[in-house]
């Protein structure tokens, strides 16, 4: 069966410094990879997604970048972190030729 | 631009109140409308898709259905443990942007013993 995991779970950052989440998922292969962001009582806002080692498409500009180096790695990183990058990241998989995406446990991101 | 929104934006029941869920939606052709359940500090958990109009789906306590507008999430008899955010999102029939969802704002759903 296929697994997500990410992590930290927990992270509290002081205002610019960078920043590195890391998404990995078993039980899969070529998955699309997805990051997404949720504000405190908001919906998801898609932030990143990917088709494939090295893709990255970005869907709102922002301090975040994103970068896949392994099949089943997504990466969501930031040179300098801002007062407003604080929240909940999900990262979340599917299966190619299916729609179902499916979500990771998040991490919650605390700028100081 | 698709764009969904929920309602209402938090219920508050009693143990074995039944209720209803609404997720309204403008899409330029629909692929596919999921549901997902997300307990506080967690990720979203699949529930549902639906993929045209009529069509209904059960588990357990919930039952989903759709129409050409909107979406329904049924919560029958609930039980404090259905206490949770319930998230809808589209996805439009035009390939694009990975087969992003879009998502609504969500109903806070508390259910007391």
Redesign the interface.
């Known amino acids: 069966s296929q697994t997500i995991h990410q992590w930290p779970a927990t992270l509290v950052q002081p205002v610019g410094s960078p920043l590195s989440l890391e998404c990995t998922v078993e039980g899969t292969s070529n998955p699309n990879l997805y990051w997404y962001r949720q504000a405190a009582g908001r919906g998801l806002q898609l932030l990143f997604y990917s088709v494939g080692i090295g893709q990255i498409s970005s869907e709102v500009p922002q301090n975040l970048s994103a970068s896949r180096p392994q099949d089943r790695q997504f990466i969501l990183s930031s040179k300098k972190l801002l007062l407003s990058d604080s929240g909940f990241y999900l990262c979340a998989w599917r299966v190619r030729g299916r729609e179902t995406q499916y979500f990771g446990p998040g991490t919650r991101l605390l700028v100081l | 631009e698709d764009q ?1 929104t929920q309602s209402p934006e938090a219920l508050r029941l009693q143990e074995g109140e039944s209720s209803s869920l609404n997720c309204s939606y403008t899409v330029s052709g629909l ?2 409308l ?1 549901w ?1 359940r997300q307990d506080p ?6 529930l549902f ?1 639906l993929y045209s109009a009529g069509e209904e789906k059960e588990k357990e306590r919930l039952k989903a259905t759709l129409t050409k507008k909107e979406s329904f999430l049924h919560i029958t008899a609930p039980k404090p443990e259905d206490s949770a955010t319930y ?1 809808c ?1 589209v ?1 439009a029939l035009v390939e694009a ?5 879009t ?4 109903t806070r759903v508390l259910v007391k013993p």
Do not use: D
Not at chain 2, 41 to 46: I, L, Q, S, T
Not at chain 2, 103 to 106: I, Y
């Open positions: 969904v692929r596919g999921f997902y500090g967690k990720g979203p958990e699949f898709t998230l999102a996805q942007a990975g087969n992003k969802l998502f609504g704002g969500g």
